[in-house]
Each structure stands twice: as C-alpha cells, then as structure tokens.
C-alpha cells in the first residue's frame, strides 16, 4: 500500500486502472454474437412472461402461480428445479475430483465448462427455491442468529448449499482472474483449487444423498415403491450418473455452438472424454439398478407390482435406467458417440421422473386430488433455466472456459509447485 | 413463560382432573415437567362444534355458524382459517363424532423438519409456530403424518396456521378454549400421565363401551391428544399406518453419519491424492 505522501502521486494511476477495467467490463458487456437466433427468439419471450409471473407470485402468494396445495405442499420447483436439477449439476463434483483429486488428466479439458455449469446450476436453483419460500426474506435464520434447526436435514442441505456455491466460485475463480488479466490473484486462487475441491466432493456426497435423506420423514405419504430407508443410498448413487450424462449432454451442445471458441486439441479429445463418462454412467446406473433390486426384495414390494403404480415404477426401473444402462454400454462398446448421447437423454429423463417421483408424483399417491403443476409453474422454471444458459453463454463467449489454460500460465503453475 | 406459573396451572388442572393426585404440587417444583394434552372421549361428542366456535374466537379466525352450514355432511381438513374441525363418521358403533387438531407429538416431525425452529416442541409439550423465524419452505407439512400445518397460499406475507394447544392462554393461565367450551367432557386437559390414567381407568371400567385402544398412547411415538372411541379408528378416518417410531428417528442415523462423512471422505480424498502424485513420479 503506498504511504500517506505517495497517494497523491499514485491516485492517477489508480484511477486509470479503474478506468481501463470499467472500460474492459462495459466492453464486455455487449453482445457478442448475432442477436435475432432462434433460441433468442424463444427465450425472451419467456423470460419476459417468466418474470411477470414472478413479480404476481409476489406480490399475490403462492396460490397465484402455482397449483400447490395444503396436501401437496411441494410441487415442480421443488421437485424438478431443486431436487432434479441439482442431481444434473453432480457433474461439478465428479469431474472435478477426477481432475485434480486423481489427477485424470484426460477430463481436463471439461472442468472448467462443467464447473461453471455446476455454479450456475446452484445459483440458479437457489434462487428458485427463492421463489417457492413463502417467506424468503426470511432465508437467512439457518445461517445467523439463533435459529439453527440441528435437527433438520434441510439444514444441512441448506448450508451445504451455500458452502458448496462457495466452493464452486472458488473452483472457477482462477478463470474469472484470467479473463481480467489478475495474475496475482490468479496464482493465489489457484493453490486453492484442490483443498476446495476436496471440500466440495465432502459437500457433494453429503448434501446430494441429503436431498433423499429430506423425504425419509414423508414415510407414510411416499408410495412403498419409492420410499426406503436407502433413499439417501440412491440419491447420491443416482446423482453420479445424472451428473455425467449431463455432462455429456452439456458438452455435446457447446461443441456444437461454440465451436469457434474450442481448441483443436481439445475437439479432437472430446470424443474420448464422452467415452469414458459413458463408461461411468453404465457403471452407476448397474450399481444403481442393483441397489433398486435389494430394496424391492428386501421390502417384499412384489405385491405392489400389480396396480398403475406399479407400473409406472416398472417403466421408471426398466426404461429410464436398465434401457440407458444397455445403451451407453453398447454405446461403449462401438464407440459410437450417437448411441451414448441418446442413452445419455434417456438416463437425464429417467433421473427427473424418478426425483418427481419420489417428491411429487408418487407423494401423496392417495391423495383425490393429485396435485398438477400449472403452466405458470412450468413457465417459471422454463425462465430460469433460459436465464440461466444466458448467463452461460456470456460468460463462455468471454471467459477462458472452453480453451485450455495459456501455455505460460501452466508453466507458471508448475514452478509455483 | 414464567415455568413456576405454568406448573402451578398445569398442576390445577391436574389437580381438576382427579382429586388427590399423585403429584399435588403444593410444595416446592418437582425435578422434571410433564408434557401436558388433551384427552378426547368421542363417545361423549354430541358434535355440537362448540369447540370449533370457541377456537375460532380464541384465534381471531374462523367462527363457523353450526346451525346453518351444514359441515358434518361433509368430510372437513382443518383450514388455515380453522385450527379445528368436527367430523361425523357413520361406525360399527353407530354415528361418531370427532374433533381434530394437531396432535402435538412427543416427537414431532413438523419439528425435525424445521431447518429454523420455527416449529417448536415447547417444554410443555405444545408444538407452537414462531412466525419471526419461519420462511415458509413448508417442509413440516411435508413431514408431518396427521397432515396438520396449513400455509396460506393466498397471502404475499403467508403464515402457517395450526392449534398450538392455545400456548398464549396457556401463557395467561387459561385452560385451551376448546376444553373450556366443551359442554359434555368430552375433552380433559391435564398432563399426559393423568390422561393415560383417566382413559385406562374408563377402558377397564366399561370394557364393552370402548374399542381397548388409547389412539395416540403409542402412535408416532406418543401424541398429546389421546383418544377414546367404541368404533375401530381406521373408521374415524384416523391413519393407522404410521407405526409407533417417532418420525425424528427416520433422519437420526442420517444426521449421526454427517459428521463421520466429514472427517473420513476428505482424508479419504487427500489420501487418493497422494497415491495418484506417487503414481504420476514414479
């Protein structure tokens, strides 16, 4: 810091400095790419409308937008926004402790796109759940005062969401410090990758099985078919491959649309990457089905196959996690990428309609009056997920993300180690 | 709340309850206090729903026109507008009719949900809402097996609205208005031990008028509001698949793994790390 006598003399560089950054940031700001796309096209207008609903969610109650009801107290935000979305964004944990924990160099290329995907998932699904609270202003008693619930897994779930926002911008940190030049403060943030992600894995595995941890006191309103003492087994399970098929799926579609912002090298290495992911998704999904099967037999569940319900647990099991278990197999097999990307949809589509199962479908299976989301409801999410690719997008078309780290930065981060 | 004033009221009620009670509470404060409830004879409800107007009173809500709405036809939940309602049920023992509220678990589920203690078990055993603390993620209707917190779905500042066995008249020294109004004894405060008491004491002496079941002596692990019925429960519309664990056990063995995850996956991981550092300088 310069002394009392030398801050007349480096203020104008300081205000230079500043100058030049906002200058850089204002710059940065302006769109990029041709405005009128077809995907504009279609997420303005319901962000637009999304954010109307949102401002009548407010200022009328919950009751305005959506079609919850004093028996189906949690409908499509919690059940596919949070609960759903946040088993996609596993990817984050898994890519990042195959990096930097194992060292498997070949994942390198994806961790800072799948970081970033996995931030703003988080982000984004937080502020979701900002909407679903009836009292959001209130959202910050488990974090200050003296109203901490130790006795709640939504408390865990709670904190170690934030933490785990935490964590990810941590991860991603070294990026945003590239972008602005900050090599410093890069260099820092960059030591600190690997103790985050330690600490994120920790907060990945106990807050993702945590999720089914949640609905083990909703034991008599789950149907038997969904509920078991192993939920927590099966969420955290089922959140390592939902988390590598989004992945493959994410990635797919950046190649595809931002192919002018990746390396060749990186290009090339993709199809093995998606190779290796599918591998792992075949892998969980085998662990997964074999768990499934323990709990139907062990729960004596045979009686509850003859009914709808079951069903629709049949085609849950069958063709949303044994058909995409066969597929990215084969898929594996043949190296056939096209194969491994159906499966990968086939896997990411099973995964919510078992989350939705287990927190709104199958959630008060005897109700009369089975809740129904309204559109408004699936507007809303529509909205933020659009918002969410935005901000995606910007920060792809300017950030460091897609392209590998600048040779010297790499060979300054191994004399640093 | 002042605990000497709550004793001495909840040991004349109990006092009330029985003459001569075990624990007459003139001298000095006993070591531990009892959870107080409510005990229900649905063979003494005429249904005249005196209860549900006197709690509607009480709370500043609802006061339903039992005359004229003709409510026992239909099946009713309790309301955010209405903490308790009467339901007629036609049994193996002819017409019954039953008053419901929220149970008030020994221990709850509505409580073990709350992330911010919003839902609080008292000492006295009433299950209360602080509304200062709540943020009305509405998690303690998803836990809760009787179905009891509502949420007001209409209000941009919603509440969550349930009995919570009349705490602020507790608080003033008043019995619930709901016992207080009830003109046939079909209701009795007084603590939990002397209720189980009183309920066992008419099983055994009228063995013929009653089904031999106290509904909320084992349920969920014990509930505040017992009750007595000649009908088979599953026929006054009671759950009878809820077991006797209490639901806080379901996320206990969750909780106790947390902090064994903390410790053992990062060493875990820090571990993996250096074998895969080893691995790449060898």
Redesign the interface.
């Known amino acids: 810091m310069p002394g009392g006598g030398e801050l007349s003399t480096a203020r104008p560089v300081w205000i230079e400095e500043a100058r030049h950054f906002f200058r850089f940031i204002i710059a940065e700001l302006k769109p990029r790419r041709p405005f009128v796309t077809p995907f504009n096209l279609i997420s303005i207008p319901v962000m637009v409308v999304g954010a109307m609903l949102i401002v009548i969610r407010f200022a009328r109650g919950l009751g305005s937008v959506t079609n919850l009801t004093q028996e189906s107290p949690w409908g499509f935000w919690i059940g596919f926004d949070v609960v759903t979305g946040v088993a996609f964004a596993g990817g984050a944990y898994l890519v990042t402790f195959a990096v930097y924990v194992m060292r498997t160099e070949r994942y390198r290329p994806i961790v800072r796109a799948t970081v970033l995907n996995g931030l703003l998932a988080y982000v984004f699904y937080a502020g979701a759940l900002l909407l679903d609270l009836g009292r959001p202003w209130k959202i910050v008693n488990p974090i200050i005062g003296n109203s901490f619930g130790y006795n709640s897994i939504l408390f865990l779930v709670a904190w170690h969401f934030m933490l785990y926002m935490i964590a990810e911008f941590i991860e991603f940190s070294p990026v945003v410090a590239e972008w602005l030049g900050w090599r410093r403060a890069r260099r820092i943030l960059h030591k600190l990758t690997l103790a985050t992600v330690i600490f994120g894995v920790t907060l990945s595995t106990l807050h993702q099985s945590g999720l089914g941890a949640m609905f083990l006191l909703a034991k008599s309103k789950i149907h038997p078919l969904w509920y078991s003492e192993f939920l927590p087994v099966l969420f955290l399970v089922s959140s390592v491959f939902a988390g590598l098929a989004m992945v493959i799926f994410e990635g797919t579609i950046s190649h595809r649309v931002f192919r002018d912002r990746i390396d060749r090298a990186h290009h090339a290495a993709f199809d093995e990457i998606v190779i290796g992911l599918a591998r792992g998704a075949a892998v969980t999904l085998f662990l997964y089905l074999f768990f499934k099967a323990v709990v139907f037999v062990h729960g004596k569940h045979w009686v509850h196959l003859a009914d709808k319900w079951g069903w629709w647990y049949l085609l849950e099991v069958v063709v949303f996690v044994l058909a995409p278990c066969l597929i990215f197999i084969r898929g594996v097999r043949l190296r056939e990428l096209g194969l491994i990307r159906a499966a990968a949809v086939v896997t990411l589509a099973g995964v919510a309609l078992n989350r939705l199962n287990v927190s709104v479908i199958a959630f008060n299976w005897r109700s009369a009056n089975p809740y129904v989301p309204s559109w408004m409801e699936l507007v809303i999410t529509a909205a933020v997920i659009f918002a969410e690719i935005w901000v995606f997008r910007w920060v792809v078309t300017r950030m460091p993300v897609l392209q590998s780290t600048p040779l010297r930065l790499v060979e300054e981060d191994h004399r640093a180690a | 709340m002042d605990r000497r004033r709550f004793l001495r009221l909840a040991g004349a009620a109990g006092a009330a309850l029985a003459a001569g009670s075990r624990r007459a509470r003139a001298d000095g404060e006993p070591a531990e206090v009892e959870f107080i409830g409510v005990l229900v004879d649905t063979t003494r409800c005429i249904g005249c729903r005196s209860c549900e107007v006197a709690c509607g009173e009480a709370h500043g809500l609802d006061v339903p026109d039992v005359v004229n709405d003709g409510a026992l036809e239909t099946e009713r939940?309790t309301?955010t507008r209405q903490r308790t309602v009467v339901n007629r049920y036609s049994t193996d023992a002819g017409t019954v009719f039953v008053k419901r509220q929220c149970m008030h678990c020994w221990q709850p589920?509505c409580?073990?949900?709350?992330?911010?203690?919003?839902m609080y078990k008292t000492h006295e055993g009433p299950v209360i809402w602080r509304e200062?603390?709540?943020?009305?993620?509405?998690?303690c209707?998803?836990?809760c097996?009787f179905?009891v917190p509502?949420?007001?779905?209409?209000?941009?500042?919603?509440r969550i609205e349930k009995c919570t066995l009349c705490w602020d008249r507790l608080e003033r020294g008043h019995i619930p208005a709901c016992v207080k109004a009830c003109p046939v004894d079909t209701l009795m405060f007084g603590s939990k031990r002397d209720l189980l008491e009183i309920a066992r004491v008419r099983i055994y002496n009228h063995p013929e008028h009653y089904v031999h079941k106290i509904y909320g002596e084992h349920e969920v692990g014990g509930t505040g509001w017992l009750y007595l019925s000649a009908a088979p429960f599953e026929q006054l519309g009671f759950?009878s698949?809820?077991?006797t664990t209490p639901?806080?056990e379901?996320?206990r063995e969750?909780?106790y793994s947390?902090p064994v995850?903390?410790l053992a996956?990062?060493t875990l991981?820090?571990g993996?790390?250096r074998l895969?550092?080893d691995r790449?300088n060898s």
């Open positions: 939940t309301t589920a409580t073990a949900a709350c992330l911010t203690n919003a200062p603390k709540c943020m009305g993620c509405r998690y209707m998803v836990a097996p179905e509502r949420f007001e779905y209409d209000s941009p500042v919603p759950p698949d809820l077991g639901y806080p379901f996320t969750f909780l947390v995850v903390f996956v990062p991981l820090a993996l790390h895969s550092r790449e």
